[in-house]
């Protein structure tokens, strides 16, 4: 079985464009977290969905947004890209919210020039 | 708010001996989970070990065991065994449970193993 899925590996953006990043759960996976890790530190919590829905957001301003699709994949979109927003992405997939335990993608690492 | 706090930014071991990671965390909750995640230099952030904080046994998964100390609010990661292929960062994570999935993670410790 696949794991989850990351698109692209990496990616060179100019500061003010616009990024869509991609996810696709483990199969049988509803619930998708996205998170943004800056070089040296430990990954930082983005959003949470599940079923379609947001269930949670971090402290990130509103240039981010999420959403997922039907199939339960899921899309991290950044708008007008700070040099600050340079860093890897990394998506997780858990079967359902809570208690089960959450598996990772490769991230796609994000230079913002 | 939860926090994680990993105070050994590098540590080193021998290959075959046994080294020990020290995680320390902060929450007001009672029941949450407790996570050691592996990322080496591919990137991938892969699942060590997992520790259900309203058991009190220690989690172990072959070479890897933690040792919970829920009242210290401790949770080590004690690496058995060292193999060269577990040089890597390793992060410990919480998460409180119910329907927001949020792990939070420390700063990570880099382990080194050498030959």
């Known amino acids: 079985d696949a794991g989850v899925t990351q698109s692209p590996t990496h990616l060179i953006k100019t500061r003010g464009q616009h990024v869509t990043l991609r996810c696709s759960p483990i199969s049988g996976h509803k619930s998708v977290s996205w998170y943004q890790q800056v070089l040296g530190q430990g990954p930082q919590f983005i959003f949470q969905y599940y079923e379609k829905e947001e269930r949670g957001r971090g402290n990130f301003p509103d240039r981010f947004s999420a959403r997922q699709f039907p199939n339960y994949s899921s899309e991290l979109n950044v708008n007008a890209l700070l040099l600050g927003d340079s860093a890897l992405y990394l998506c997780?997939?858990?079967?359902?919210?809570?208690?089960?335990?959450?598996?990772f993608g490769q991230g796609t690492r994000l230079t913002v020039v | 708010a939860q926090t994680v706090t990993q105070s050994q930014p590098e540590m080193s071991v021998q290959e075959a001996e046994t080294v020990t990671l020290s995680c320390t965390y902060d929450?007001?909750?009672?029941?949450?989970?407790l996570f050691w995640y592996k990322q080496p230099p591919s990137r991938q952030m892969i699942l060590v070990i997992r520790?259900?904080?309203?058991?009190?046994q220690n989690a172990t998964e072959n070479r890897f065991s933690v040792n919970f100390q829920k009242a210290a609010k401790s949770f080590s990661l004690k690496i058995s065994d060292s193999q060269l292929g577990d040089t890597a960062m390793y992060f410990c994570?919480?998460?409180?449970?119910?329907?927001?999935?949020?792990?939070?993670f420390g700063k990570g410790t880099l382990l080194t193993v050498n030959p």
């Open positions: 997780a997939s858990s079967l359902v919210p809570g208690r089960i335990s959450a598996f």
């Open positions: 994570a919480f998460n409180r449970g119910g329907s927001n999935y949020k792990l939070t």
């Open positions: 929450t007001s909750e009672n029941n949450y989970y």
């Open positions: 520790q259900e904080a309203y058991k009190q």
